[in-house]
């Protein structure tokens, strides 16, 4: 005996629903943990603001620099530069949770962060 369509459908929103859900926005205020040699280091922020996919943003800690990007599903990707050196940024957002690396030339930290309520 087949099961009705009816039930076939219903038994499947869960699923269509998730394929659906929005990428999560990495626009707000994110306090961030470095992780260093001496181990992990609360230092900075970030501000993200959003238009679309394309990113702006504001790294605060010892001074300020500005980048842009772009997002693509949850990773977000900023570039910039700072006296001439540019430095990309790499994050994936998983909800109030922010997770990525800064590299600078050969040099890359990791960090986390975590949005500012």
């Known amino acids: 005996m087949k099961p009705p369509i009816a039930a076939l459908l219903l038994a499947s929103l869960p699923a269509l629903a998730a394929a659906q859900a929005p990428a999560p926005s990495p626009a707000g205020t ?22 679309g996919n394309a990113l702006h943003a504001e790294i605060h800690g010892r001074g300020a620099v500005r980048a842009d990007g772009s997002l693509a599903g949850a990773l977000m990707t900023l570039r910039g530069s700072r006296l001439a050196i540019p430095y990309v940024i790499a994050a994936r957002i998983e909800g109030d949770r922010i997770e990525g ?14 949005r500012r309520r």
């Open 30 to 51: 994110w306090d961030l943990v470095w992780q260093t040699r001496k181990g992990p280091s609360r230092s900075g922020w970030l501000v993200v603001t959003q238009r």
């Open 101 to 114: 690396s800064l590299k600078v030339l050969s040099v890359e930290r990791r960090f986390t962060g975590y």
